[in-house]
């Protein structure tokens, strides 16, 4: 009777456990582009605008490292990321990002918006890719409209 007892309560906690487990799975797709967005907004907050560009689409990472010249006089003091919003199949998500920065030139501290679009790359294991809005980034860096 110990013997079935002690099985059941095996399989109980073995069941538990696996339930608890997947719960907590970070390498489903949602987990990884919460993580990889995370990543990628912290990195343009502390400037390491190199270091970022491996999260962008290749296709315009070139692009991407040509505004860091535009960040040379900027430090951003903080960022506010609104809700991940998935597409349909939820491989593809945007998110509203919204950094404080001040110039080093004039201490005025402003905000400027970016809407990140993620896409998860073709034939890879949770891979997320950003297309950045940089028009609307080096407008805002700018001051031009």
Known sequence: MRRVIGTLLCFAWLA???????????SDKQ?????????????????????ASAFVDPAISDAFLDTA????NIRFTDFESGPLEFGE????ATVNVVYHAYSTRTLVE??????QEWYLEE?????????PNLDAIAKQL???R
Not at 17 to 22: P, V
Not at 69 to 72: G, I, P
Not at 110 to 115: L, N, P
Request: charged share 35%; glycine share 8%.
């Open 16 to 26: 538990t456990f696996g339930c608890a487990n997947s719960m907590f799975d970070f």
């Open 31 to 51: 987990g990884a582009l919460k993580e990889a967005q995370r990543k990628y907004t912290e990195l343009v907050r502390w400037g390491e605008i190199e270091s």
């Open 69 to 72: 010249q535009l960040f040379q």
């Open 89 to 92: 199949g939820s491989e593809t």
């Open 110 to 115: 402003k905000r400027f918006r970016e809407r």
């Open 123 to 131: 034939n890879s294991e949770n891979r997320w890719r950003v297309r």
């Open 142 to 144: 700018t001051g031009k």
